[in-house]
């Protein structure tokens, strides 16, 4: 896929057949909206490029920014099967500020199974890159996830929803507020192994909250595996 036209139509086109392959070239950028639930990502389908193929950096999604008041919104809704790979990802926005109330998160899967995302450069999603909801066998390896910021937010990879369940691993994680969260309910698991947390960051890097409204579980029962 080379225009942003095309991309969109590959999106529709898979909804009613499914298992699609998007490759996007490594010196195309598609300017792509950043609106509330802008996209759904089809069951089956892979969103692929050549990131790391004789140097090559990957194909580009960029996601416009978008601030209506709107403070905490998804743009792309994953379906169950989809694998994201060898891409360049790039959010609408980077900055910590605290006066910038808006919170996309770049690709949410809810109540589904089996996201893949492998190999990417991931940034600028003030929200989360990856959301985890009410869903399990994610797997998120071999990417760069960095400059995910704002305040109260700014994860890389977020479990939430309660019985949410990743794995984390190989990946390089810089300049994020939490590299990796879970929002603290019950069932929600991350597994991270052999992942490297470079200096840059304006909060610790991994988290999972105990909820305020789940208060009454045990300790191990909040955030059930880290």
Known sequence: MTTTSQFTQALDDAATGGNLKIFIPSNITLQLLGAPNSYTIP??????????????????????????????????NVESYVTLSGLRIEGPSGEADPSLNFLAYGFKQSNGTAFKVFNNDISAWPGAAIAIDKSDGAEVKYNYIHDNRRSQRGYGVVVQGGNAIADINYNLFNNNRHSIAGSGKAGEEWYANYNVQLAGSNGHAFDMHKSVSYTHLRAHETGRNL
């Open 43 to 76: 069951y089956g389908v892979t969103i692929f490029s050549d990131r790391g193929v004789n140097g090559s950096l990957g194909g580009k999604l960029k996601y416009a920014e978008y601030d209506n008041g709107t403070t905490s919104f998804v743009i792309n």
